[in-house]
């Protein structure tokens, strides 16, 4: 095991999901992630430790009550095709982002941005609408990624296919079916880096074959390893497993507009009569942490520590008939059959919640007609989310009364102002104790139960350097990968 | 039925079906767990006393499983058997009575509708009407029945020109009686023979729906769901997907075996 | 074989094609959900989603977006992926192209097989030969393919042993032996059923033959058996059972939908599946279409061929 | 009897027979047990001479055929007795020498030339092959000498002939190619098992020729099986009868027609019809016809537009074109023709089962298409099939048959419907039991005599029989003759016969039309069969026929109607 990086080599990193699109601004493909993470830059980047880092920027300044930010771009940064770099494309890009005609994923994390401006070549400003401590992590937004004003300008469908970015790597074949090869960006700004000559996103929709292949040596890295094979493969020889703590989860959501669920006492005794350690046992494989009914993943910066909640079905059952079902509740729980993990939370769930008098009945359903017809609509339904880099992005997605996915009806002014508070507040202090109370004010109410976090699991081979993936698992820093040269 | 019996693949094909049937009808009452009850300390156990069969992923009892999910897969392939041979043969029967340009406006419809492989028109049926058993039982039944009307069009075709038909024309019969009394009862035989035969293909392909995720969906024991809910496991634990593939294959190959023999004994060429 | 009789044959081939292109289309666009939904799936904001439709042209009225569609097959262009945002043509190109080697691959080494099976067993009739090959076809048509299949994967494809690949393509350009390393299983799985058919259907039909008065006569001119079975039986034999081929094919193309799924081929059955669950819609058209003109095509290859082997139906 | 052919004599019979057959035995092994097919069966063919073997169906005759070559069933087995071919013991011999010495010294014809030639072979090819497998020959050398073997058979072209499918060749033309290649190698022996049986009587006829000439020309000793004592008369110098497996008599034919010994021989011969035993009624008074058809004409198959247009020849085809006719109350009329000539499309148009365009007239209403016939028409004229198999439904009680023209006419009661089965089936002389039995528990003939009993069931005025003897046994032919014309005598009806069987005809009708290709060429008393305004064609048919010697038999014609 050298510790001195080798240039040279091509990665084959094997995903079972297809990269359907390039397109930086509306893509969020489990392997189109990696891919952008390697053809694009941003202004700030996430790094392991769920902090924004320079990415394009260089540095940024916030004025006092954060509503001005300022960020120095990187000197001398061309694009792809050899263009060079200026305020100009950021101030497109975001321009872009904003425009409500064109799809972006990362429009719901500036929507306080009211404008973006060129103070000069490498100097942008950002003027908001309202006070937001948390820009540099918006701009660290997967999908906010800096594309050139000529590509912006041009048939913007062109974005599937073609990447001109000013990431570590560029785009060499694009088959969707198949393979997605990017070579190394020789211009990249880290002087040396990228070390590998090329990437290879191979893809393998049938885990099996994914597996072997990788375990056969055909790949380097496995971007995702099912729970089911983990043990398997990492301890298979040659093979170092990655088990990173992160903050993706399962929530049961409850409409809190609905009989039963407009009764707290309800959505509590549901949480006491889920066996959560059981879940993250069978399901998980033990490769997650239980999760105590709140969304905020431990590892997000202002997280509490939540209390355990145990299971207790005849605490459950004494609490129900409390809230006025004395004899046990019949309810049918929604279960989309994507990702199976949301079928298998419900299955654990409808065994442990029967000893407390919940007869949960089970339907899973097509993801398409679930999308269709019960998400965002359902009363009693299994979600699935990924982490967010923030409890601001973690709350405004999903528990602000005008948060972008509001599927419980659980609205709170409180805890409204909260959150508007702590986007406000640049004093961490002060930021921690609001959020503190917010947290608080989530578990007291339970609009969700959320039975475990899930951590994310990743393999590579021995001979594979620095691999690694960030617990939001949509950056990677594969310009810092290599790997020893036979 | 004792020519069926003679002959050695209507001897095997009954007794699998017996089976089959005994299962279906007592296996839920006789499967010694739940097959819905965890027992996590024996995830992934092969067969043992406790055990018959080994467990699945969730440490549910296989051989419970699998006499449960029997009901569901057996009345799933006669169901959608019994809907499309049904509607088939009315289709067939009506066209084939009718001649003319009803049949081959008819026939031109189902060419259509046989153009495209099976699996592929059940797939964009099951898609349109949603995915779940119901769904994809009318989607296996709405597939078979052109091929049904087909059989059913060319049996009644056969058996019109008879010359029993004839006279019974000629004496002035109605047309109704003619269907009912001379056509029918003798068209019944193939159509009989293809229905027996096409329900171990309605099983085979219910149960690769329910593996796709457009059929039975968990905690369902339908079979074919079983196998696609532990295919992760199959290195673990190949039992988990070789019990409930085998049952598939057991169930269908009783089919098959008792069609054929039926076929044997239906076909005059080999009956004497 | 007259004109007229593939000119007719091939109209039919058209009639049958313009039911299915009219059939596809009024089944898919019915299909639930859409594609702007499945794309952006759970980040879907209202506003992204009809921004996205207008995109994708999927605000139109369907009439206008079927006359779209119909106009742009005719001129060889079958608009663009919905989901991929590549051109149709180009992303079902290559599928089309694996899918068919695979298929080919099933078939030409079934038919080899199977073939000479069906004969033996039809030549020892009530033998062991016969039980064993009759048992083999009866356990053939029963298993589908996905139990085939993973049966297959447990039985070759465990990582502790290493057997075969258990999944994935190669490309035969680049690695013809690593190509057919990759095809073995999915063809092997394909391959089960169809050879199930086709030696059951040889055997019985070269019974009838055997039995038949010509092959008598042949034998009472004190003809070697050799001389008899190639040249009187089996050619008369080989019509049935190529019209039994030429059905399989439709089990076959629905075959390659799992099988590919389930090995990761990249073929059309994948990029089926994948579009039926993203609503892709043009490519759900394309394949399902693209499958049938193939079907189609094979069956009157299929009596072509047959008239080829059978005088008789030459002229008809 | 004027064109019967006989060998000479039996003077040239050298020291060994061709084939010797002694004391015979064979049986089948059926589920059901041993069944005894031949019995102690033993027979002698020499050089130059034609044996006649013949039998009722499933008396053993092809059976002794296959056992001859030795090509037998899988469940057949010998057990007694010895075959020798020029006193070579062929039971013993070995596969290998089977193969060598069929097709070489012994070699069959079959009944059925369409069945017994590969479909996908080229004539010529299947010629040659035997040429070159038993002759040594190269493949050129054997198909020049197929052209030459062909020419022999009095093919027209034999070159071209050579080079066609079985399909593209009429049944004779194919016999011809069987025959030329049973001859190729000069055998010893042929066997020839009803090689005509298939094949109009025109053609029949010139088969028959054909054998006789090439028999002259090679002195080919021969097994010629068939169950048409007429046809026997024309070719055999020996006969032998076989009844159940058993040789029942053997001898000189002349001697064994003239003088029958054995009860089963006079039976069959007694069942030949001979046109001077007159079995029809006296004919009718009246001239004014009960059904008349005036230029009626069937089209089938009109071309769709596609054909038309690729073919600017196609045409409808025309069933039958321009045919008028007449019948008689009480008369009968036959009708023959070869094969395809329109006789039952005529026959399905006069009951409605084809559309017609012409008039059909019947006691004396005008019937201009088959939509007017009503209920009265359906009624008053019946059908009977040529198929006793496919003319009952085999899912119905043979009560529940005859029963059904009862009550759609409402010809008798409720109560009296049995009573009236019981009395149709015993007017067909059947067991009134078998009204319980379905139909596939009874013989061919018995089921023809259902058929029969349910047309008359109806009362009809006009009866139309379509070929309803001829997939019957010849004894059991003319039991069903002779029950027709009683039933006839009995309710007055007319009839309308149809037959290719002109000596049987002969003996049944008032007056005889004969078809041609669609159309009606003849009309004549048949009395004024034998006049010389006959058209060609009716006599050619005439002539085809041979007439069997008249015997003297006593038997009682209904001792045969079992
Ligand atoms: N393989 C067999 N197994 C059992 N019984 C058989 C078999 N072949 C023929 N038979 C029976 O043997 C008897 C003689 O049959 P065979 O074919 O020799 O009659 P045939 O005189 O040639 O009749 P036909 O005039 O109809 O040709 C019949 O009763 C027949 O059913
Ligand atoms: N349903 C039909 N469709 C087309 N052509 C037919 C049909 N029925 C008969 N024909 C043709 O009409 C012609 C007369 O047939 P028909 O059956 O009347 O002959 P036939 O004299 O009864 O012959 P056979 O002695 O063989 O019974 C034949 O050329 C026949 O091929
Ligand atoms: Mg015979
Ligand atoms: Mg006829
Ligand atoms: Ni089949």
Redesign the pocket.
């Known amino acids: 095991q050298g510790s001195e990086p080798v240039p040279g080599g091509t990665l084959k990193v094997s995903h079972s999901t297809r990269i359907a699109t390039l397109n930086v601004l509306s893509n969020s493909g489990p392997a189109e992630y990696p891919c952008m993470d390697m053809l694009y830059s941003g202004l700030t980047r996430m790094g392991f430790d769920n902090q924004p880092q320079p990415d394009l920027a260089t540095e940024w300044t916030a004025n006092d009550d954060a509503t001005e930010f300022t960020f120095s771009l990187r000197e001398g940064v061309t694009f792809h095709d050899g263009t060079p770099f200026t305020a100009d494309d950021v101030v497109a890009t975001y321009e872009t982002i904003l425009n409500p005609d064109v799809p972006s994923a990362a429009r719901s994390v500036l929507t306080m941005v009211e404008s973006v401006k060129a103070v000069d070549d490498l100097t942008v400003k950002f003027t908001l609408a309202a006070p937001f401590a948390d820009l540099p992590y918006s701009t660290a937004h997967a999908n906010a990624r800096i594309l050139s004003r000529a590509a912006l300008e041009d048939d913007i469908s062109k974005l599937d296919t073609t990447a001109n970015g000013t990431g570590p790597f560029k785009l060499d074949t694009y088959d969707s079916a198949r393979m997605v090869r990017l070579v190394k960006n020789e211009n990249y700004y880290k002087p040396g880096q990228p070390y590998l000559d090329a990437v290879e996103m191979m893809l393998f929709p049938d885990l099996a074959a994914e597996t072997a292949n990788f375990l056969s040596g055909e790949t380097d890295v496995m971007l995702t390893v099912q729970q089911a094979d983990y043990e398997r493969i990492a301890s298979s020889s040659g093979i170092e497993g990655q088990q990173i703590g992160a903050g993706r989860y399962v929530c049961v959501v409850m409409r809190q507009d609905q009989e039963p669920w407009n009764d707290v006492r309800v959505r509590k005794a549901l949480g006491m009569a889920i066996d959560r350690q059981l879940m993250v046992d069978i399901i998980l494989e033990g490769l997650g942490r239980p999760a105590y009914d709140s969304i905020v993943a431990p590892e997000l910066e202002f997280a509490t520590d939540k209390p355990e909640i145990a299971y207790d079905p005849e605490g459950a059952r004494a609490l129900l008939a409390e809230a006025g079902y004395p004899d046990g509740l019949d309810v049918t729980l929604i279960a989309s059959d994507r990702p199976a993990i949301r079928a298998q939370a419900a299955i654990v769930m409808q065994q442990t919640a029967a000893a407390a008098g919940f007869n949960l009945e089970i339907r899973t359903m097509p993801h398409d007609t679930y999308l269709a017809e019960e998400w965002m609509q359902g009363d009693f339904y299994i979600g699935y989310w990924g982490m967010q880099p923030t409890i601001d992005a973690t709350y405004n997605l999903l528990l602000t009364s005008d948060a972008s996915y509001q599927d419980t009806e659980w609205k709170n002014e409180e805890f409204d102002s909260l959150i508007q508070q702590g986007r406000s507040t640049a004093n961490p202090e002060e930021r921690a104790e609001i959020y503190a109370q917010a947290q608080a004010l989530e578990l007291e109410d339970k609009p969700y139960i959320v039975p475990f976090f899930e951590d994310v699991l990743t393999a590579s081979r021995e001979n594979v350097h620095e691999w690694s993936v960030a617990p939001i698992s949509r950056f990677y820093f594969v310009e810092d990968v290599w790997m020893d040269q036979a | 039925m004792r020519k069926i019996l003679k002959s050695p693949t209507g001897l095997i094909g009954t007794v699998l079906l017996a089976i089959v049937f005994f299962v279906t009808v007592f296996g839920p009452w006789v499967a010694p767990y739940d097959p819905q009850a965890f027992d996590p300390i024996n995830r992934l156990a092969g067969p043992s006393l406790q055990h018959w069969l080994g467990t699945d992923q969730y440490g549910r009892d296989l051989f419970s499983r699998m006499l449960n999910g029997a009901p569901s897969t057996v009345a799933f392939g006669l169901g959608a058997t019994l809907l499309g041979v049904g509607v088939g043969s009315i289709i067939g029967v009506i066209a084939g009575v009718a001649g003319g340009r009803t049949d081959s406006i008819i026939m031109r419809i189902l060419d259509g509708m046989l153009a495209m492989p099976e699996l592929l028109f059940t797939l964009l049926i099951v898609t349109f009407l949603g995915g779940g058993t119901t769904q994809a039982m009318l989607a296996v039944a709405v597939t078979f029945t052109p091929g049904m009307a087909r059989i059913a069009r060319s049996s009644v075709l056969s058996v019109r020109t008879r010359e029993y038909v004839l006279a019974a024309q000629a004496r002035g019969e109605s047309q109704s009686w003619i269907v009912g009394r001379e056509v029918l009862p003798n068209a019944l035989g193939p159509i009989i023979v293809e229905a027996t035969i096409r329900v171990s293909f309605a099983i085979m392909i219910g149960a690769t729906l329910g593996f796709l995720g457009l059929g039975a969906q968990p905690p369902s024991t339908e079979w074919g769901l079983m196998v696609a809910e532990s295919r992760q496991f199959m290195f673990r634990n190949p039992w988990c997907v070789a019990v409930p593939g085998l049952a598939i294959a057991i169930t269908a190959m009783g089919f098959n075996l008792f069609g054929d023999a039926l076929r044997d004994a239906f076909d005059p060429k080999r009956s004497h | 074989m007259s004109l007229a009789y593939f000119l007719r044959r091939f109209g039919a081939v058209l009639v049958v094609l313009c039911i299915v292109s009219v059939a596809v289309f009024s089944i898919t666009t019915v299909l639930p959900g859409n594609a702007a939904l499945m794309i952006l799936g759970e980040n879907a904001s209202a506003e992204n989603l009809a921004a996205l439709e207008r995109q994708l042209g999927l605000d139109q009225p369907l009439i206008a977006q079927y006359f779209q569609w119909v106009g742009g097959v005719l001129q060889g262009d079958f608009g663009t992926s919905l989901r991929l945002q590549l051109p149709v043509a180009q992303v079902v190109g290559d599928a089309f192209w694996n899918s068919m080697a695979l298929a080919a691959i099933a078939l030409v080494s079934v038919t080899i097989i199977a073939i000479p099976l069906g004969t033996l067993a039809a030549l020892r009739r009530g033998s062991v030969w016969d039980l064993l090959i009759g048992l083999l076809s009866y356990v053939g048509t029963a298993l589908p393919e996905f139990v085939t299949a993973t049966l297959l994967l447990v039985f070759f494809a465990d990582p502790a042993r290493q057997l075969l690949p258990a999944g994935g393509f190669v490309s035969p350009t680049e690695d013809f032996g690593g190509f057919l390393e990759h095809a073995i299983l999915p063809s092997a799985t394909l391959g089960l059923i169809l050879m199930a058919h086709i030696s059951r259907q040889v055997r019985s039909e070269l019974s009838e033959v055997l039995s038949s008065d010509y092959v008598r006569a042949a034998r009472l001119k004190g003809l070697r058996e050799k001389r008899v079975i190639r040249r009187h039986a089996l050619p008369n034999s080989l019509a049935p059972a190529v019209a039994v081929i030429s059905l399989d094919i439709g089990y076959l193309l629905g075959g390659i939908i799992v099988v590919e799924e389930i090995f990761a081929w990249p073929g059309l059955g994948r990029l089926l599946i994948y579009a039926l669950q993203n609503r892709d819609l043009p490519v759900i058209q394309a394949v399902t279409l693209l499958l049938a003109v193939v079907y189609a095509l094979s069956n009157l290859l299929a009596d072509v061929v047959i008239a080829k082997l059978d005088p008789r139906v030459r002229y008809a | 009897m004027s064109n019967r052919i006989r060998t000479d004599d039996a003077g040239s019979k050298i020291e060994r027979p061709v084939l010797d057959v002694s004391h015979y035995s064979m049986l ?1 092994d ?1 589920e059901a047990g041993p ?1 005894t ?1 031949l019995d102690d069966v033993s027979l002698k063919i020499w050089r130059g001479e034609t044996h006649a073997l013949v ?1 009722e ?7 002794l055929a296959w056992a001859i070559t030795r090509y037998m ?1 899988d ?2 087995r010998d057990t007694n007795g010895a075959i020798l071919l020029s006193g070579e013991d062929m039971i013993g011999k070995s596969r290998w020498d089977l193969e060598a010495l069929r097709g070489k010294r012994i070699a069959m014809v079959f009944q059925d030339p369409s069945s017994s030639l590969n479909p996908s072979m080229r004539l010529g090819d299947q010629l040659a092959e035997v040429l070159v497998r038993h002759r040594g020959m190269t493949w050129d050398q054997a198909r020049t000498e197929g052209e030459a073997a062909l020419d022999r058979t009095g093919i027209a072209k034999p070159k071209e002939m050579m080079q066609r499918y079985p399909h593209e060749a009429s049944g004779g033309e194919k016999q011809r190619v069987v025959i030329a290649m049973a001859f190729a190698c000069n055998p010893e022996l042929i066997i020839f098992d009803e090689p005509t049986t298939a094949l109009d009587i025109l053609t029949a006829n010139q088969i028959l020729d054909l054998f006789v000439r090439l028999r002259e020309e090679t002195g080919v000793a021969a097994l010629y099986i068939t ?1 048409d004592l007429g046809l026997v008369a024309r070719i055999a110098s020996t006969v032998s009868v076989i009844h159940k497996g058993s040789i029942v008599e053997r001898g000189d034919l002349s001697k064994v027609f003239a003088a029958p010994e054995h009860p089963y021989t006079r039976k069959l011969l007694a069942a030949l019809p001979r046109p001077e035993d007159r079995l029809a009624l006296p004919a009718p008074e009246t001239d004014a016809p009960l059904f008349e058809a005036r230029d009626v004409g069937v089209k089938y198959n009109t071309p769709g537009w596609l054909t038309r247009i690729l073919d600017s020849n196609a045409a409808p085809l025309w069933g039958a074109r321009h045919i008028s006719l007449d019948v008689r109350p009480g008369e009968l009329l036959g009708i023959v023709g070869e094969s395809g000539s329109g006789k039952s499309t005529i026959a399905k148009a006069a009951t409605g089962l084809n559309p017609y365009e012409g008039e059909i007239r019947f006691d004396g209403r005008t019937f201009p298409s088959r939509d007017d016939f009503d209920r009265q028409y359906r009624r008053e004229v019946q059908i009977v099939f040529q198929h006793p198999d496919a003319s009952l439904n085999p899912r119905e009680t043979i009560g529940g048959i005859l029963s059904r023209p009862l009550k759609l006419y409402g010809l008798v009661s409720r109560g009296r419907v049995a009573a009236r089965v019981r009395e149709l089936l015993e007017m067909v002389l059947l067991p009134a039991d078998y009204a319980n039995r379905y139909p596939h528990q009874l013989s061919g003939g018995e089921k023809q005599r259902v058929a029969i009993a349910r047309a008359f069931a109806a009362e009809p005025k006009l009866v139309i029989c379509d070929e309803i003897t001829a997939a019957l046994d010849v004894s059991v032919q003319a039991a069903v003759a002779r029950l027709l014309v009683n039933l006839q005598k009995r309710s007055g009806a007319a009839c309308i016969f149809i037959t290719h069987d002109l000596n049987l005809i002969r003996q049944l009708a008032h007056r005889i039309v004969v078809f041609q290709r669609g159309a009606l060429v003849d009309a004549f008393d048949v009395a004024d069969a034998g006049t010389p305004d006959r058209h060609p064609y009716t006599r050619a048919l005439l002539d085809a026929v041979p007439v069997p010697h008249s015997v003297d038999l006593s038997a009682d014609p209904m001792e045969s109607l079992t």
């Open positions: 089948y059926t069944v097919a039998g169906s499933g008396s053993g005759k092809s059976t069933a469940n057949a169950h």
